[in-house]
Each structure stands twice: as structure tokens, then as C-alpha cells.
């Protein structure tokens, strides 16, 4: 978390959260949240509000504005991701229907659009940067569905040493995505 002071729309301080701040934009957020989750079955919709709000929670205490990402933007992404990845986690079996949740998401708000685009854009930058030349090879055949075996025959290289460096690369991974 940012120690720096940051802002939200309506002027509130966000460098140490308190609950009526809080409360103060949970409710400016709710209709959002709902929104987001009136795409799923009616029935789930309650505890994918939670999820939301949780998301909300969470986007609160992590947002740092020396990251240069518009608080609204990096709240409704947190708040997306957060409420598809708690449906999809559910596992009601039958019950899953495909959704777009592209679609419930204000179109004319390109601003969160964009500072994904330029999220992920960083991430893969910063990934391709902290690999080394092995790593980006392997990756390279693996992300082209090759096997195990077929990588260890194009590179030279045993297929224990092809597993190793994939778990490498996943630990790379995982290491950019903690926060």
C-alpha cells in the first residue's frame, strides 16, 4: 500500500482508510457492483455482491497512486476480476452459463479498458525481462503446444531440465502477481 496521500472522486482521503470513508464508497460502488453481477443467475447474484465488495475492500487498502492508474479505473478492474473469478470458482456444475462480462461494464468507460491493456502490456514486459534466454525458449515451444519431449529435442536439453525451467517460469509469475 501507497503511503502517499491519495484521492477519490469525491475528494476523501484514501492514506488511512477508516469506515466511514469506506462506507462512503461502498456506496458510491454498490450500483457497479450489482451491475456487474446482474450478468450472472439471479441466484448467485448476493453472494457475487460480497465478492464485489470484498473487491472493493481489497482495491481500497492496495491502491498506490505512484502507479500512475486512475482509482476508479483500478477499483471497477478489481472489482470485475474479482466477481468472475468467484463465479467461475463456484463450481455449481450444470448450473454455468456462458457470460460476457465485458458486456455490463460501461462502455463508454475506455479509461479501465486502456489501464488493462497497458497492465497486461507492463506484466508481459517485465516477465519477458526477467527471463533468461533458456526460459523465454522454453516458454516459447511450450506456449506452441509442444511436449515435453519435443522441447528437449529442439533445444538440447533433458525434459527434467525442461520441467525445471517452466516451474521457474511459473514462480516468475506468480512473484509479479503478488501484491
Do not use: W
Not at 138 to 151: G, R
Amino acid at each position: 500500500m501507497n503511503n502517499g496521500k491519495s484521492v477519490n472522486k469525491n475528494g476523501s482521503s484514501l492514506s488511512h482508510p477508516d469506515d466511514a470513508v469506506f462506507s462512503q464508497i461502498a456506496d458510491e460502488y454498490s450500483p457497479y457492483i450489482r451491475a456487474v453481477a446482474s450478468a450472472f443467475p439471479d441466484h448467485l447474484r448476493e453472494d457475487l455482491v460480497q465478492e464485489g465488495l470484498l473487491a472493493l475492500s481489497d482495491a481500497y487498502r492496495t491502491f498506490d497512486s505512484e502507479k500512475n492508474v486512475p482509482l476508479e479505473a483500478y477499483i471497477k478492474i478489481c472489482i470485475k476480476r474479482r466477481i468472475k473469478d468467484a463465479y467461475f470458482g463456484m463450481g455449481k456444475g450444470g448450473d454455468k452459463v456462458d457470460v460476457d462480462i465485458d458486456s455490463v461494464i460501461d462502455p463508454t468507460d475506455i479509461e479501465a479498458e486502456i489501464v488493462e491493456r497497458e497492465y497486461t502490456e507492463d506484466f508481459f514486459v517485465k516477465l519477458k525481462n526477467s527471463l533468461t534466454d533458456l526460459e523465454k525458449n522454453v516458454l516459447s515451444e511450450y506456449l506452441a503446444d509442444k511436449t515435453y519431449a519435443q522441447i528437449s529435442e529442439k533445444l538440447g536439453i533433458g525434459e527434467k531440465a525442461v520441467d525445471n525451467t517452466l516451474s521457474r517460469i511459473r514462480s516468475k509469475i506468480k512473484k509479479q502477481f503478488q501484491i
